[in-house]
């Protein structure tokens, strides 16, 4: 079999994995983050790019990332921290990194596509964490397939029709801009408060990104930028959904000044959820749970163990 461009093996069926079965085996364990071998899955025959670690047995953790993230942005500290435990799944959806296919513009059509990939991998249930944009395909993921999702952790995320969502890519512009001007990463503005603290969170999440330098996620491509800002306005802009048609027990977390969704929709699907929690950290953004991982990571284990 012959490799893409990508430097990761295109499939036809099972999953594989440069190195094959050894390598395979080799992204459960023990094995950090970092070090984890990319493998790809046939789904309606695209290639789905994903990452495993942790126990080979269990309910996984399936994780759904932000806006223009790739697998190489989800924080070591939390996969790591999860996986201790739990056996965590990252993938790159359709037309995202090294994935095949266009990058949808409905979040609805992120989450069938998620529901295809968990089901291509032979689960029949699963738990849930989604960042952002994520957590917006998780909560469609729990609509289309509830009998698919046992438990879901939303962290940083909104509901569909929130008010201010669709003004994404206003706030986004923004931060480039300033990240552009101070030769500085966009995650910098978006993710962090500009306090000593925040500052300090900041240069260790980019230190922790950092630590795998081999095998790393191909870039993500300007076409699925646009698509996923589509994407998002939609949600923003779109009729509300039914929240309390999800029974599963639901974990919400976000900084108390989210820049990109307010944290006030935080409060609102908590109450909105018939049964959900919420946890808000304190001096922190978007990316409240990167910053308050010591705290968050534990939590996370603590509400998939109830």
Request: glycine share 16%; charged share 20%.
């Given at each position: 079999?012959?490799?893409?461009?990508?430097?990761?093996?295109?499939?036809?069926?099972?999953?594989?994995?440069?190195?094959?079965?050894?390598?395979?085996?080799?992204?459960?364990?023990?094995?950090?983050?970092?070090?984890?071998?990319?493998?790809?899955?046939?789904?309606?025959?695209?290639?789905?790019?994903?990452?495993?670690?942790?126990?080979?047995?269990?309910?996984?953790?399936?994780?759904?990332?932000?806006?223009?993230?790739?697998?190489?942005?989800?924080?070591?500290?939390?996969?790591?921290?999860?996986?201790?435990?739990?056996?965590?799944?990252?993938?790159?959806?359709?037309?995202?990194?090294?994935?095949?296919?266009?990058?949808?513009?409905?979040?609805?059509?992120?989450?069938?596509?998620?529901?295809?990939?968990?089901?291509?991998?032979?689960?029949?249930?699963?738990?849930?964490?989604?960042?952002?944009?994520?957590?917006?395909?998780?909560?469609?993921?729990?609509?289309?397939?509830?009998?698919?999702?046992?438990?879901?952790i939303l962290a940083g995320t909104g509901p569909r029709g929130g008010g201010g969502i669709d003004e994404v890519t206003k706030v986004a512009v923004l931060a480039y801009i300033k990240a552009a001007l101070t030769w500085s990463d966009a995650r910098n503005f978006l993710f962090f408060p500009r306090t000593p603290e925040g500052k300090r969170a900041a240069r260790d999440y980019f230190a922790a990104l950092n630590e795998r330098t081999q095998g790393r996620d191909k870039p993500i491509s300007l076409q699925a930028r646009r698509a996923q800002l589509q994407a998002i306005r939609h949600w923003g802009l779109n009729t509300p959904h039914d929240l309390s048609a999800i029974k599963q027990p639901v974990f919400v977390a976000n900084g108390d000044n989210d820049l990109m969704v307010d944290s006030g929709h935080s409060a609102d699907m908590a109450r909105r959820l018939p049964n959900a929690r919420l946890t808000i950290y304190p001096d922190s953004g978007h990316g409240g749970v990167f910053q308050h991982y010591r705290a968050f990571v534990p939590a996370v284990l603590d509400f998939l163990a109830d």
């Open positions: 079999m012959g490799t893409n461009n990508t430097g990761i093996a295109p499939v036809s069926g099972a999953p594989s994995s440069i190195g094959g079965a050894a390598a395979a085996r080799g992204a459960m364990g023990n094995v950090k983050w970092k070090d984890v071998p990319t493998r790809t899955i046939a789904v309606g025959g695209v290639a789905f790019a994903y990452r495993e670690l942790g126990p080979d047995s269990g309910v996984p953790v399936i994780f759904l990332h932000h806006l223009m993230a790739v697998l190489d942005d989800w924080d070591p500290r939390v996969i790591d921290g999860i996986a201790a435990q739990r056996r965590v799944i990252a993938f790159d959806n359709r037309g995202v990194g090294a994935s095949g296919g266009a990058v949808p513009d409905t979040i609805e059509e992120m989450g069938r596509d998620a529901i295809a990939f968990i089901r291509a991998l032979g689960f029949k249930k699963v738990d849930l964490l989604g960042f952002s944009m994520g957590g917006g395909v998780a909560q469609t993921v729990a609509l289309q397939g509830p009998d698919l999702v046992r438990r879901m």
